[in-house]
């Protein structure tokens, strides 16, 4: 079996077939998941561009942004609890910012927990900066998120290996 850095990495868009296994996954990963009906508004939207991340077939992660004229707001990041920390967040986050790229986006924002600085460092590597903070965003901790930013453009994401392929 290939690593998680070498694996066929499939992107294909947010379909209800998935949304059990997404709502395992939101229930462990956040203090505050989203919702089943969340997630069938994603579909629905037509400002959303949500995508599943399936390694060797199996559901590895899933996320999205909403495009609000040269904007691409990502709404999630999240990758299953045993395929963390092999790089696949990485690999999603690319693969959303050049969909974002290839939409016509010129900016990605994003919102982060004050707590969580393994996306903090994700996101920093991948260029993003801090440029605000909302104070008690997330509503039952009352904990801060950080929003930050990164400039789009081609060198951006020129030489970023987002891997995989995209069906969108």
């Known amino acids: 079996m290939s690593t998680p850095h070498t694996a066929q990495v499939e992107f294909l868009p947010l379909a209800e077939a998935y949304l059990d ?3 395992d996954t939101e229930l462990e990963a956040y203090p505050e998941p989203w ?4 997630f069938l508004e994603e579909i629905r939207n037509n400002r959303s561009y949500f995508y599943v991340m399936l390694l060797e077939g199996s559901l590895a992660g899933y ?5 609000v004229l ?34 016509g ?3 990605a924002t994003l919102e982060v927990r004050e707590s969580n600085r393994k996306a903090q460092n994700l996101y920093e ?5 801090q440029i605000a ?3 008690g965003y997330y509503p039952k901790s009352g904990e801060d998120a950080l929003v930050m930013l990164l ?10 290996d987002a891997g995989g392929q995209s069906r969108s």
């Open 105 to 107: 986006a010129r900016t």
């Open 21 to 23: 296994e997404i709502m």
């Open 63 to 67: 996320g999205g942004f909403w495009l």
């Open 133 to 135: 903070r909302r104070r």
């Open 35 to 38: 919702s089943r009906s969340m």
């Open 125 to 129: 590597t991948l260029g993003f900066r």
């Open 151 to 160: 400039e789009l453009d081609q060198s951006t994401l020129d030489g970023a």
């Open 70 to 103: 040269d904007e691409a707001h990502i709404t999630s990041v999240t990758v299953v609890k045993r395929f963390r920390g092999q790089g696949l967040g990485r690999r999603l986050t690319l693969h959303l910012l050049e969909v974002a790229r290839r939409a």
